[in-house]
């Protein structure tokens, strides 16, 4: 998933800087003032961390990246999707500056794929998933919400990524391959992804609610 560098052309990359720059310029509005610091940061750096030693856990892949758990949705969930951007960027950043886990030409499309693409559609699928099986019992909906959330979010990440790889001219092999070899091998590690943010979040929301500060543990 971590995209390197040499990988993407000039024009990718700064494409890439440029939204994940305005996302984060327009999340930092929202967030500010919102939320208790006191609360929320330590679960921010707490979220980050474990996200971060999951993430060290790379398996190599065909078509020139890694597979690996993401947490976009669990962090999502429990933190809301724009506190959850700030805490996988801290992951991304460190993790592309001290163990060069990613290049830092490609920080901005690593930060899009796994702190933008996957923390919203997890959360979205997440909210959409729980509400409509809400009749079935609210810890039912939550849980399957919470797989499919996990599942799919590192589906589109991989997917987005495998894009961003195959159109760019740097890249030997076009998006015919790229595509859904990133696609394919996130959808089987999505299984084991999902598993974890549905078990996850039936255990938080079970023994400790106060942790939902982005309020996902209540859709």
Do not use: K
């Not at 939320?35 to 707490?46: E, I």
């Not at 939550?142 to 797989?147: E, H, I, N, P, T």
Request: charged residues 10%; aromatic residues 12%; contains cysteine.
């Amino acid at each position: 998933m971590h995209i390197p560098d040499g990988f993407l052309d000039p024009a990718w990359c700064a494409g890439t800087y440029a939204a994940t720059l305005a996302y984060f310029a327009y999340a930092y509005r929202r967030v500010r003032g919102r939320y208790d610091a006191s609360t929320s940061a330590p679960l921010v750096a707490a979220f980050a961390a474990a996200i971060f030693v999951a993430q060290m856990l790379n398996w190599p892949i065909p078509g020139g990246t890694s597979l690996h758990f993401v947490g976009g949705a669990l962090s999502s969930i429990v933190l809301g999707p724009y506190l959850a951007s700030f805490s996988m960027l801290l992951v991304l950043v460190v993790q592309a500056l001290l163990f060069h886990d990613g290049g830092l030409t490609t920080l901005g499309a690593n930060v899009l794929n796994m702190g933008i693409i996957a923390v919203w559609v997890g959360y979205g699928l997440y909210r959409l998933v729980s509400a409509a099986l809400r009749p079935l019992g609210e810890g039912r909906g939550r849980l399957v919400g919470a797989f499919i959330g996990g599942w799919l979010s590192i589906v589109a990440a991989g997917a987005a990524a495998g894009l961003e790889i195959g159109l760019s001219p740097s890249f030997p092999y076009g998006v015919m391959i790229s595509v859904p070899v990133m696609a394919f091998w996130h959808a089987v590690l999505g299984v084991v992804e999902g598993a974890i943010s549905a078990l996850a979040v039936g255990y938080l929301s079970s023994r400790h609610p106060e942790v939902f500060v982005g309020g996902g543990g209540a859709a």
